[in-house]
């Protein structure tokens, strides 16, 4: 296929179309001129990008949280999502063997190509204009994003409400079963008790708990 089809498929066109070519060469079709490099420089774009946006839409959120938000986003499986609806497998330059790998195992393949083209895209306009490109592609992962319901970790909001209140944070208890883990914590002469496949999920569960009881009592 052309290259017009898929810049057409991006919403960019490229001065250099070269800096594209290269940027859909996988390291199993041509071991010394491969988009590795660009791949690279692309991830921290990528990650750089989303982060100025995070941190100037969420002004009040706390690092913790910001962080989980842009995991979210820049995830493998986000980008290798990107790459499919965009069709770019049909452009990469892969050696024989790898080319017939299941999909599955073309994951890797397909999030790094995303990465290298905006890799591309920066080295062949501005940062202004990959950064354009870059919340134009994710444009509606962004709007979708839920602070609350998504990325919100009940224990580490559990502990800023109490901090604000000068209190202490609660010490959790946690014992293993073959039934999974199960966790309890004091607070407010009350006890909470939480279980869970892993001693995170039990910990976040009573968490969770606790920190129903503290709204509900304020409210």
Same mark, same amino acid.
């Given at each position: 296929m052309e290259l017009k089809t898929i810049e057409t498929r991006l919403g960019y066109v490229f001065n250099n179309t070269e800096l594209l070519e290269l940027a859909l060469v996988h390291k199993s079709s041509n071991n010394t001129s491969n988009n590795e490099r660009l791949e690279f420089l692309g991830d921290t774009i990528l990650n750089s990008i989303i982060s100025q946006y995070l941190f100037l839409k969420f002004p009040n959120e706390k690092?913790?949280?910001?962080?989980?938000?842009?995991?979210?986003? #820049?995830?493998?499986?986000? $980008?290798?999502?990107?790459?499919?609806? &965009?069709?770019? !497998? *049909?452009?990469?330059?892969?050696?024989?063997?790898?080319?017939?790998?299941?999909?599955?195992?073309?994951?890797?393949?397909?999030?790094?190509?995303?990465?290298?083209?905006?890799?591309?895209?920066?080295?062949?306009?501005?940062?202004?204009? #990959?950064?354009?490109?870059? $919340?134009?592609?994710?444009?509606?992962? &962004?709007?979708? !994003? *839920?602070?609350?319901?998504?990325?919100?970790?009940?224990k580490t909001e559990l502990q800023e409400l109490l901090q604000s209140k000068g209190l202490e944070p609660p010490k959790y208890i946690t014992t293993e079963s073959k039934l999974g883990f199960t966790c309890e914590i004091n607070l407010d002469n009350k006890e909470f008790v939480a279980s869970g496949n892993s001693k995170r999920q039990s910990e976040i569960l009573v968490a969770k708990e606790a920190l129903n009881h503290l709204k509900s009592k304020n409210a």
């Amino acid at each position: 296929m052309e290259l017009k089809t898929i810049e057409t498929r991006l919403g960019y066109v490229f001065n250099n179309t070269e800096l594209l070519e290269l940027a859909l060469v996988h390291k199993s079709s041509n071991n010394t001129s491969n988009n590795e490099r660009l791949e690279f420089l692309g991830d921290t774009i990528l990650n750089s990008i989303i982060s100025q946006y995070l941190f100037l839409k969420f002004p009040n959120e706390k690092e913790g949280l910001l962080t989980r938000m842009r995991s979210h986003i #820049v995830k493998g499986e986000t $980008l290798t999502k990107k790459a499919n609806e &965009l069709g770019i !497998i *049909d452009f990469i330059k892969l050696s024989k063997g790898t080319a017939n790998l299941s999909e599955n195992r073309k994951f890797s393949i397909l999030e790094g190509s995303i990465e290298s083209i905006i890799g591309a895209v920066f080295l062949d306009s501005n940062w202004d204009s #990959v950064q354009a490109f870059i $919340l134009n592609l994710f444009k509606q992962d &962004l709007a979708n !994003i *839920d602070v609350d319901q998504e990325f919100r970790d009940s224990k580490t909001e559990l502990q800023e409400l109490l901090q604000s209140k000068g209190l202490e944070p609660p010490k959790y208890i946690t014992t293993e079963s073959k039934l999974g883990f199960t966790c309890e914590i004091n607070l407010d002469n009350k006890e909470f008790v939480a279980s869970g496949n892993s001693k995170r999920q039990s910990e976040i569960l009573v968490a969770k708990e606790a920190l129903n009881h503290l709204k509900s009592k304020n409210a």
